[in-house]
């Protein structure tokens, strides 16, 4: 029989980023914290200056810090490509060129894998952007990819007008977005990875260095709907997927 799960003997303590800004490594220590969870940049900031053995998991960032640090991990909210082209694969087979636009370390890491009628287009600021997506005549939909950066509310602006003026639809970005004219969004599902941050502090608590396991999105996405978009575009979504999204707009 497998063995039963015990409760891990472990205190909590929460802090704002305001109140370890600048003392972050003071509180650590006198609280003689052995895992640090970071949540949001600010947080994660501070985490990174702290000693190597002190693990540290992050999350709440679009995308994975750029700097090289030992027994640190976490999970960034960027959904990456793939799952888009098995959404599309699976319920929507009118939409099969899809042209994915951001920023090239976005790119990167969220489109490494090659996909068939998948093309890249890779901006550097939201003017880039906007004049990309004019010009994307032949795409079926387009997918933008979570830069902030990028997207403006100028540029979104321009997006949405530019996409129902010639029936192609944005794809992507946030719930937020959906609501505001983007046919459909994949959102990482803070549930899951809620649980999966907890698996590895328990390991980082048993002495594991947590730097094996590479930062990585949600394992599980929630997806988001505008029924509104697919209707004036003339694009049929099955009832099923309806059915299973976290909401639908409008």
């Known amino acids: ?19 370890v800004k600048g003392r972050l490594k003071s509180i650590v220590e006198r609280e003689e914290a052995k895992v ?19 693990s540290v998991i992050f999350d709440l960032v679009v995308t994975p810090p750029q700097v090289k640090r030992q027994n640190m991990t976490g999970f960034y909210l960027a959904t990456p490509v793939r799952p888009y ?3 599309l694969k699976n319920n929507l087979q009118s939409i099969r060129r899809i042209a994915v636009v951001g920023s ?10 090659q996909i068939p009628l998948f093309n890249s287009y890779s901006v550097r600021s939201p003017y880039e952007l906007v004049d990309t997506v004019r010009q994307l005549d032949e795409a079926d939909a387009i997918l933008l990819l ?3 950066s990028l997207l403006t509310t100028a540029a979104m602006d321009e997006a949405y007008l530019l996409s129902f003026r010639r029936g192609i639809p944005l794809l992507g970005i ?23 941050i ?8 048993h002495g594991v260095n947590i730097g094996q396991f590479p930062p990585a999105p949600g394992k599980r996405f929630e997806l988001y709907l505008n029924t509104e978009t697919a209707r004036r575009m ?11 999204a976290k909401r639908v707009f409008p």
């Open 85 to 87: 082209a098995e959404l």
């Open 174 to 196: 946030s719930e937020r977005h959906v609501k505001q004219g983007a046919l459909l969004a994949l959102v990482v599902d803070m549930v899951g990875v809620g649980r999966t």
């Open 198 to 205: 907890g698996e590895y502090a328990t390991k980082a608590l």
């Open 36 to 54: 640090v969870i970071a949540l949001g940049k600010e947080s994660l900031a501070e985490a990174i200056t702290l000693p190597p053995s002190i």
């Open 146 to 148: 979570p830069d902030t």
């Open 1 to 19: 029989m497998p063995a039963s799960k015990k409760p891990l003997s472990a205190s909590i303590k929460i802090y704002t980023p305001t109140e």
């Open 104 to 113: 090239r370390e976005q790119l990167s890491l969220l489109a490494r894998e």
């Open 234 to 244: 003339k694009i049929s979504l099955p009832e099923q997927l309806v059915r299973t």
